[in-house]
């Protein structure tokens, strides 16, 4: 096997390591709802994923509390706080762990159907809105990646419904917590040729980077080269914001500072095609 043979193989490895993550969350319903008592709920919720496309599982589960009539819109919280659902679920773990000495296993989240935080969260109220998000995410990383959507713009429906179905694909549960069956893993593996076919000709003029620090999300896309000539590395960005001896998690791994970016952009990318850095 050649050098580039190698490199290429332990990408496709990397990418499917990532593509299989999942966080172990156990959903409770909020004490504040005392007509009635329900067990808690474990799901094995995919990193990738969005929160909201396990909403019908967990309304399901908890419907004797759903009072009708109510705006019973579904949110959950975590510490006290909304969880904030666009972003990807292995990102708002590592975010909501960043301070942790060890992750907290499983996360335990609290469910609500009442009191709806609008002024703080966003509202999704079906999975058209949660499409919505994820697209103009992916409009957001292409645009600072090759400085257009014309890629996006012009890719044809049904290939955007195959970026979708592979999403949605993930966060489908076999009814004992259990993910990613064949057809899940064929999913990414078409979701690849989607991302793989926007990319072609083009130039990646900077690396697509979020991150997030302190409660906080800062846009910070990466030149290749740093202003010295080298490679942008992860020292580089945390250097952007002051916190040059801070430690870093990328897809739930905490990753040395010396690392390129662009590097960890082939293997560690989320499927919004972000690199989501959490500080």
Known sequence: MSEGEADGAAEQEMYKRVWHGAVPILLELSP???HVTIEPLFVLAPRMGYLP????QIRDHFAAAI??????????EYDGKPIRWHYPTGVLYDSANSAAQEPELPWRM??????????????????????????NALKEATFLKDGNVN???????????TLWNAL?????QDGTGGILGPDVESMGIDFR?????LQEGSQMDRVPVKLHTDGRTLLKPQPSLNSSGQAS????VLQSIGREDSECRIQGIVVPTCTAVEALYKGFTSLDQFLHIVV
């Open 32 to 34: 504040e709802v005392t």
């Open 53 to 56: 496309l396990l909403a019908n």
């Open 67 to 76: 009072v009708p009539d109510d705006d019973n819109r579904l949110w959950l």
């Open 110 to 135: 609290v469910v609500r159907f009442q009191n709806f935080p609008q002024d703080e969260l966003m509202s999704c109220h079906d999975q058209d809105a949660c499409r919505q998000v994820f697209f």
């Open 151 to 161: 890629s996006i713009m012009s890719l044809p429906l049904d290939e955007q419904d």
């Open 168 to 172: 949605m694909g993930l966060s489908l």
């Open 193 to 197: 040729r989607v991302i793989a076919s």
């Open 233 to 236: 590395s992860i020292a580089d």
